[in-house]
């Protein structure tokens, strides 16, 4: 009984938070709950399926130690694309990697059909390298959605050196121009201006991020939405999908500005490995909102 109360309270906080109905106020449209929900919600999973393309990209590049070798057709039985290696002769290297047509279980636990087309100067961790992602019919899905997403527009990844605080994490500039995911009918329409900084492990699951920046996007139910993380950067480890630290200024049309904070830990909690925890912190409103 008491968890369904705590739900039901929550429900109705957030029906309570946010404008009920859209509609036209000054000229200016209002956003209902659920819209807004909505967008925040794709937002997540569309950085989410941006952040996955960047380790894959890296790991493809690096396999192929910037040599003109082709996998063979039998790799794919191991989870590895085919993946070719060209010297564009000008510095640079086109690495081209196709999943095929049918979706590949790849070691990060994401499906992935199609082809990705990486344009690089030198590896991931050397300073001044820069890559640019590109997308041919390319479709990935997490293991744990039931959902497939088509990945469009153009990722640049530029390596800018060592963080000048944390010595121990390299600094990549990262772009997204034109970006787009569609699933189910949907798009949702994404740009993407950041600083991530790469704390590297030998395990894969070991390898954290720290996130600064803007991000920019429509949601498929056209709503527009700017979010910054500038104070507190948003913090991930490549195997847990959600964040788990940092602060979220969210700009909503129509909404008061209000914040998100992933580092919330319930009371008489400790923080855990990977949570999907966080609290609304809403201009007005009389205490958090935990999600």
């Known amino acids: 009984m008491k968890e369904i109360l705590k739900i039901l309270s929550l429900i109705l906080a957030l029906s309570s938070l946010f404008t009920l109905n859209s509609c036209e106020e000054n000229g200016k449209e209002t956003v209902s709950s659920e819209r807004a929900i909505a967008a925040l919600m794709e937002f997540a999973e569309t950085s989410r399926q941006f952040s996955a393309t960047i380790n894959e990209s890296r790991d493809k590049v690096d396999e192929t130690s910037l040599q003109e070798t082709r996998s063979s057709q039998e790799t794919r039985a191991g989870s590895y694309p085919i993946v070719s290696c060209t010297n564009q002769g000008n510095g640079t290297w086109l690495v081209t990697c196709n999943y095929g047509e049918t979706p590949l279980l790849c070691p990060d636990g994401y499906y992935r059909r199609g082809i990705v087309h990486i344009v690089t100067n030198n590896f991931f961790h050397i300073e001044g390298t820069r890559m640019t992602i590109t997308f041919d019919n390319y479709y990935q899905k997490g293991d744990w959605l039931s959902t497939e997403y088509k990945i469009e527009g153009t990722q640049e990844v530029v390596n800018i050196g060592q963080n000048t605080q944390h010595p121990e994490r390299i600094d990549y500039n990262c772009t997204v121009r034109n970006g787009r995911i569609i699933y189910n009918n949907k798009t949702v329409r994404y740009t993407e201006t950041t600083i991530r900084s790469w704390s590297p492990s030998t395990t894969l699951c070991n390898n954290n991020w720290y996130i600064t920046g803007e991000w920019v996007g429509t949601s498929s139910d056209a709503v527009n939405y700017t979010l910054k993380a ?46 999907q925890n966080a ?11 935990v999600m």
């Open 230 to 275: 500038n104070s507190t950067p948003l913090y991930y480890r490549v195997c847990c999908h959600y964040f788990q630290d940092g602060i979220l200024n969210v700009n909503v049309n129509g909404l008061p500005q209000f914040k998100i904070n992933f580092g919330y830990v319930p009371e008489g909690q400790t923080p855990e490995a990977c949570d």
């Open 279 to 289: 609290l609304i912190d809403y201009p007005g409103y009389p205490f958090p909102i």
